[in-house]
């Protein structure tokens, strides 16, 4: 899986929690990326970022937050979990070149109940 | 509206078949389009990856095609294996806004012996 690690793997959690899922790379690339992939859509864009501290929406942002302190992690945060957010979460990770690949992650699988 | 289909939604084929599967897409203009394969509970993986202006790029026994004109590209699955067996997604990258990407929602393929 490129160099990524995602944690944790699976998770249950209650209505009303606050979740955090973490994303590791060990390549180095600049850009990350978290999205969610539900039955009868496609991978969605949540959050991105395109450098240490700099991040930006995707098309599904609402309630959800990131941080990337470091070059190398880029959390989620789920600041109140809702069912609606049962999803599995997929962490990406690309160079900055002209192809822009995109190095996917093994996927969290989140329960909300 | 999403704006890659992919068809058909599911296909099951018997080991050693060909088949095809097959992307219309909407997103115009675009900047290149990509099929990822993702294995049941892991992250997706690329197989391919055509600019607007190439026809057809093959990666062993994978060959996808473009037609940029009708807007549709498919992906060509020869002598098929028991490992292909999988999710195929089609993933169209826009010219503008870098990070906009547009993910179909995927063939399940399932080959059986």
């Known amino acids: 899986d490129a160099g990524i690690t995602q944690s944790p793997r699976h998770k249950v959690t209650e209505t009303g929690t606050p979740v955090t899922l973490r994303c590791h790379q060990t390549?180095?690339?600049?850009?990350m990326y978290w999205y969610r992939q539900d039955p009868g859509h496609g991978l969605r864009l949540i959050h991105y970022?395109?450098?240490?501290?700099?991040?930006d929406k995707g098309e599904v942002s609402d309630g959800y937050s990131v941080s990337r302190s470091k070059t190398e992690d880029f959390l989620l945060t789920l600041e109140s979990a809702t069912s609606s957010q049962t999803s599995v979460y997929f962490c990406?990770?690309?160079?900055?070149?002209?192809?822009?690949?995109?190095?996917f992650g093994p996927g969290t699988r989140l329960t909300v109940l | 509206k999403n704006q890659v289909e992919q068809s058909p939604q599911s296909l099951i084929i018997l080991e050693g078949k060909n088949c095809t599967l097959q992307?219309?897409?909407?997103?115009?203009?675009?900047?290149?389009l990509r099929w990822y394969k993702q294995d049941t509970g892991r992250g997706p993986v690329s197989l391919t990856i055509?600019?607007?202006?190439?026809n057809t790029k093959s990666n062993g026994r994978y060959t996808a095609t473009l037609d940029a004109d009708t807007k549709q590209s498919s992906l060509h699955i020869t002598a098929s294996q028991l490992s292909d067996s999988a999710s195929y997604i089609c993933?169209?990258?826009?010219?503008?806004?870098?990070?906009?990407?547009?993910f179909g929602i995927g063939t399940k393929l399932q080959v059986i012996p």
């Open positions: 990406a990770i690309s160079p900055r070149d002209s192809y822009n690949e995109q190095f």
């Open positions: 992307c219309n897409y909407t997103v115009s203009p675009f900047s290149n």
């Open positions: 970022s395109y450098g240490v501290k700099d991040t």
């Open positions: 390549e180095n690339h600049r850009y």
């Open positions: 055509m600019t607007f202006s190439e």
């Open positions: 993933v169209v990258r826009h010219i503008e806004g870098y990070q906009k990407v547009t």
